[in-house]
């Protein structure tokens, strides 16, 4: 198999850049990268005070759809933007018109959800790494990613985009994403900051929650992307957070981004978030993107300076509504973004479409995948057994990059599961496929084409089922069904009859194995009793299908773990057990409160069906030798891992902690280290996993902030949340 020790490699085929933009509680710099910050800040002061009202407001809202402007005379360019969270998107001109003549297909990594269930923040680094280098090649100065809104419900439309219902698992990602963009100079956008867990009526709902279930879940993330990843840029999201708009959002956007957090850079708007000129410009929104004209009725199309933060404000500043203080600091925080860009000095060209960005996006899906059920040791499928293969579902054949919304990509290429399957396959296997379903709106189960896959499963010597969710929008399929922007799940269930397709597979061969590709989790209730084999593919990138045919073929070991539950039923997930839903007067209260996720199922004893950080191997670890030794502030936890099985794999070894008495209810148990250990078969390593004093503290809301309470903690290593190998005790 691939080793993990690769990723080092790859990233090393990556020219790095040094960002000399730091967050106020970074790591520490040395003096030559001080004099760096003094003379950038100088040279901002100096540039502003050049500058007109006029071109002052220029910088503050957008100049085409995803640039903002610039200011020629001074040598100010335009900031260029683009997503999105898995490969640069396509062109589509300055204002939306298609451009059709550039060279814009890109590399296509897997999605969020993919890169979080590899639990290797190294994969995280290359894949920003990769945008970084795309961008760069494609004259962007800022990637609108990485998508970190916190997993709630399955049924979120843009799930797939995000990473993890987990905070500690979510920041781990989401720093080497942005470390990753940044080092190749190029500005990441930790978005959307905050509380954007749901697509319905993004742009109306309002989130209410308790500033225990803020801190705690919803801006760890957000914390850990300026503090540890020194994010150039936040995009405000579309919602309103108690009462107030995000992107109006004072205690949002200055009480704890700007202040508490320290973050030095610029907040974009989400495109058409900014809803007012006076609620926008006095509070810490710095960049207006996106706002519907049309709504603003100009009158004259796409004049970017009827923007809500455009040329309104020049009255508004000449007759003293506005400081131009407020509008300086604006500005400045903009021009911060372009000098860390190196919009001012020769920028790095980049690369695109290179082999190693490829190689990339196949190393992430083979650590992403996730082997949920492995009965019988149904897999591997050994090629010298079979002879003819049934491949059935519409997935299996289907290409996913270009849709979803924002994030969709124009792939270089996409190796869908059907053609990994059929590469692997070579002269040596026929390979029969059968749509089996079809993708179309209210599309129930078909029997005829039920009949004929159940004959191709019936006449091979093995057989695959891959299908699940699909991205989209289009009178083809059910309009809210689907994986995609703007756009919810209507419940948890499998589209377009599958369930009773999978029953008729797994009748016909109860080896059939399962493969789901989608954003999260599907009820499987109907036939997960009956499939000895089971796995989750997210949607796995430009690589998908090579990287699935492999671990299907044990050409390697699956390492995959998943970063969310999946219930065995939508009534199960907290978000609609312990809160209303659905959403009733645009009103969303998080009444789950710091119950999202494992922390509700093992709090409240409910059984999922495949439980956070669950995902099998084909081999075997066992866990010994735990030690626990506190000097300070610091506690370090050791533990021997072996490889007892027969094949190379890769376990994450996952540390929780529970607090044995807390003053305020806690979780049953909180993720808070893990380490991704690469062993070849009988060896061991010992390994170490750090924790600060804020692995044992929680945000007391009574005190407004966090503290550690003395008394007895229990630390737990296992190989998920719910199988626990190790367990030992200390006191605070
Ligand atoms: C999305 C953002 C995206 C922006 C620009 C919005 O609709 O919510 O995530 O970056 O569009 O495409």
Same mark, same amino acid.
Request: proline content about 3%; glycine content about 8%; some cysteine.
């Given at each position: 198999?691939?080793?993990?020790?690769?990723?080092?490699?790859?990233?090393?085929?990556?020219? /790095?850049?040094?960002?000399?933009?730091?967050?106020?509680?970074?790591?520490?710099?040395?003096?030559?990268?001080?004099?760096?910050?003094?003379?950038?800040?100088?040279?901002?002061?100096?540039?502003?005070?050049?500058?007109?009202?006029?071109?002052?407001?220029?910088?503050?809202?957008?100049?085409?759809?995803?640039?903002?402007?610039?200011?020629?005379?001074?040598?100010?360019?335009?900031?260029?933007?683009?997503?999105?969270?898995?490969?640069?998107?396509?062109?589509?001109?300055?204002?939306?018109?298609?451009?059709?003549?550039?060279?814009?297909?890109?590399?296509? /990594?897997?999605?969020?959800?993919?890169? !979080?269930?590899?639990?290797?923040?190294?994969? %995280?680094?290359?894949?920003?790494?990769?945008?970084?280098?795309?961008?760069?090649?494609?004259?962007?100065?800022?990637?609108?990613?990485?998508?970190?809104?916190?997993?709630?419900?399955?049924?979120?439309?843009?799930?797939?985009?995000?990473?993890?219902?987990?905070?500690?698992?979510?920041?781990?990602?989401?720093?080497?994403?942005?470390?990753?963009?940044?080092?190749?100079?190029?500005?990441?956008?930790?978005?959307?900051?905050?509380?954007?867990?749901?697509?319905?009526?993004?742009?109306?709902?309002?989130?209410?929650?308790?500033?225990?279930?803020?801190?705690?879940? =919803?801006?760890?993330?957000?914390?850990?992307?300026?503090?540890?990843?020194?994010?150039?840029?936040?995009?405000?999201?579309?919602?309103?957070?108690?009462?107030?708009?995000?992107?109006?959002? %004072?205690?949002?956007?200055?009480?704890?981004?700007?202040?508490?957090?320290?973050?030095?850079?610029?907040?974009?708007?989400?495109?058409?978030?900014?809803?007012? &000129?006076? *609620?926008?410009?006095?509070?810490?929104?710095?960049?207006?993107?996106?706002?519907?004209?049309?709504?603003?009725?100009?009158?004259?199309? /796409?004049?970017?300076?009827?923007?809500?933060?455009?040329?309104?404000?020049?009255?508004?500043?000449?007759?003293?509504?506005?400081?131009?203080?407020?509008?300086?600091?604006?500005?400045?925080?903009?021009?911060?973004?372009?000098?860390?860009?190196?919009?001012?000095?020769?920028?790095?060209?980049?690369? =695109?479409?290179?082999?190693?960005?490829?190689?990339?996006?196949?190393?992430?899906?083979?650590?992403?995948?996730?082997?949920?059920?492995?009965?019988?040791?149904?897999?591997?499928?050994?090629?010298?057994?079979?002879?003819?293969?049934?491949?059935?579902?519409?997935?299996?054949?289907?290409?996913?990059?270009?849709?979803?919304?924002?994030?969709?990509?124009?792939? $270089? $290429?996409?190796?869908?599961?059907?053609?990994?399957?059929?590469?692997?396959?070579?002269?040596?296997? +026929?390979?029969?496929?059968?749509?089996? $379903?079809?993708?179309?709106?209210?599309?129930?189960?078909?029997?005829?084409?039920?009949?004929?896959?159940?004959?191709?499963?019936?006449?091979?010597?093995?057989?695959?089922?891959?299908?699940?969710?699909?991205?989209?929008?289009?009178?083809?399929?059910?309009?809210?069904?689907?994986?995609?922007?703007?756009?919810?799940?209507?419940?948890?269930?499998?589209?377009?009859?599958?369930?009773?397709?999978?029953?008729?597979?797994?009748?016909?061969?109860?080896?059939?194995?399962?493969?789901?590709?989608?954003?999260?989790?599907?009820?499987?209730?109907?036939?997960?009793?009956?499939?000895?084999?089971?796995?989750?593919?997210?949607?796995?990138?430009?690589?998908?299908?090579?990287?699935?045919?492999?671990?299907?073929?044990? /050409?390697?070991?699956?390492?995959?773990?998943?970063?969310?539950?999946? #219930?065995?039923?939508?009534?199960?997930?907290?978000?609609?057990?312990?809160?209303?839903? #659905?959403?009733?007067?645009?009103?969303?209260?998080?009444?789950?409160?710091?119950?999202?996720?494992?922390?509700?199922?093992?709090?409240?004893?409910? !059984?999922?069906?495949?439980?956070?950080?669950?995902?099998?191997?084909? &081999?075997?670890?066992?866990?010994?030798?735990?030690?626990?030794?506190?000097?300070?502030?610091?506690?370090?936890?050791?533990?021997?891992?072996?490889? +007892?099985?027969?094949?190379?794999?890769?376990?994450?070894?996952?540390?929780?902690?529970?607090? *044995?008495?807390? &003053?305020?209810?806690? #979780?049953?148990?909180?993720?808070?280290?893990?380490?991704?250990?690469?062993?070849?078969?009988?060896?061991?390593?010992?390994?170490?996993?750090?924790?600060?004093?804020?692995?044992?503290?929680?945000?007391?809301?009574?005190?407004?902030?966090?503290?550690?309470? !003395?008394?007895?903690?229990?630390?737990?290593?296992?190989?998920?949340?719910?199988?626990?190998?190790?367990?030992?005790?200390?006191?605070?």
């Amino acid at each position: 198999m691939k080793s993990i020790t690769t990723v080092a490699q790859i990233i090393l085929l990556f020219v /790095l850049t040094p960002l000399f933009f730091s967050s106020c509680e970074s790591e520490a710099t040395t003096d030559t990268e001080d004099v760096a910050v003094v003379d950038v800040e100088a040279q901002i002061e100096a540039l502003i005070s050049q500058m007109t009202l006029e071109e002052k407001i220029t910088m503050i809202h957008a100049s085409s759809s995803f640039t903002s402007g610039g200011v020629e005379r001074l040598g100010i360019p335009e900031l260029v933007m683009s997503d999105g969270p898995h490969g640069v998107r396509h062109e589509h001109g300055r204002d939306w018109e298609k451009d059709l003549n550039v060279r814009d297909s890109s590399t296509y /990594l897997p999605v969020g959800t993919a890169l !979080a269930a590899t639990w290797n923040p190294e994969l %995280g680094y290359a894949f920003g790494s990769v945008l970084g280098s795309e961008a760069n090649f494609r004259g962007k100065d800022v990637i609108l990613g990485p998508g970190l809104n916190i997993i709630r419900s399955p049924l979120n439309g843009r799930n797939f985009e995000y990473l993890t219902e987990d905070p500690y698992l979510n920041a781990q990602m989401v720093v080497g994403y942005i470390k990753g963009v940044q080092d190749q100079g190029i500005a990441a956008c930790a978005k959307h900051y905050v509380a954007n867990n749901l697509e319905f009526e993004r742009e109306k709902v309002n989130v209410e929650m308790s500033d225990r279930a803020l801190h705690e879940i =919803y801006l760890p993330g957000f914390k850990a992307a300026v503090q540890q990843g020194n994010v150039l840029t936040v995009m405000a999201a579309y919602n309103k957070f108690r009462g107030e708009y995000c992107a109006h959002n %004072g205690f949002l956007l200055d009480d704890i981004l700007k202040e508490s957090f320290g973050f030095q850079g610029a907040v974009i708007s989400d495109w058409n978030a900014v809803k007012g &000129t006076m *609620e926008s410009v006095n509070v810490g929104m710095d960049l207006e993107m996106g706002t519907d004209l049309s709504m603003l009725g100009s009158g004259k199309e /796409l004049d970017y300076s009827k923007f809500h933060m455009g040329d309104t404000l020049i009255t508004l500043v000449n007759t003293g509504v506005v400081d131009v203080a407020v509008i300086d600091e604006k500005v400045r925080r903009l021009l911060r973004v372009m000098f860390a860009t190196n919009m001012f000095d020769e920028r790095s060209p980049g690369a =695109y479409n290179t082999k190693e960005h490829q190689q990339v996006a196949r190393q992430i899906a083979d650590e992403a995948i996730v082997l949920l059920k492995n009965d019988d040791k149904v897999l591997p499928l050994k090629k010298a057994d079979i002879q003819t293969l049934a491949v059935v579902g519409a997935n299996a054949n289907r290409k996913h990059a270009g849709a979803g919304g924002s994030s969709q990509v124009k792939a $270089y $290429y996409e190796v869908t599961a059907l053609e990994g399957l059929q590469n692997l396959a070579g002269e040596s296997m +026929t390979v029969n496929f059968s749509e089996g $379903y079809q993708i179309k709106k209210d599309g129930g189960a078909d029997a005829a084409l039920i009949a004929e896959a159940v004959r191709n499963v019936a006449a091979a010597d093995a057989a695959i089922y891959v299908g699940g969710w699909i991205h989209g929008y289009s009178d083809e399929w059910n309009d809210n069904a689907l994986d995609a922007e703007a756009t919810d799940k209507p419940d948890m269930n499998l589209p377009f009859g599958q369930d009773e397709l999978i029953q008729a597979l797994l009748k016909a061969n109860p080896n059939t194995i399962i493969v789901l590709m989608g954003g999260g989790p599907v009820d499987m209730q109907a036939w997960k009793a009956d499939a000895k084999g089971i796995l989750q593919a997210w949607y796995p990138g430009m690589e998908g299908g090579n990287a699935l045919a492999s671990i299907l073929f044990g /050409l390697q070991s699956p390492s995959g773990k998943l970063p969310m539950t999946f #219930p065995e039923k939508l009534s199960d997930s907290p978000a609609h057990k312990l809160a209303q839903f #659905p959403v009733e007067n645009l009103q969303m209260d998080y009444t789950d409160d710091i119950y999202v996720g494992y922390r509700y199922f093992d709090s409240y004893d409910v !059984a999922p069906a495949f439980p956070f950080g669950h995902g099998l191997s084909y &081999t075997t670890f066992s866990y010994e030798d735990l030690s626990i030794e506190k000097t300070g502030g610091l506690v370090t936890v050791s533990l021997k891992i072996t490889n +007892t099985g027969d094949m190379a794999g890769a376990e994450v070894v996952q540390l929780y902690v529970k607090d *044995e008495d807390s &003053t305020l209810k806690r #979780p049953e148990k909180e993720l808070k280290a893990f380490q991704k250990v690469l062993l070849q078969p009988g060896e061991s390593k010992t390994i170490q996993l750090e924790l600060k004093e804020d692995a044992f503290s929680y945000y007391d809301d009574t005190q407004n902030k966090w503290i550690l309470e !003395a008394g007895t903690f229990t630390l737990l290593a296992g190989s998920s949340s719910r199988d626990i190998r190790l367990e030992g005790q200390l006191d605070w």
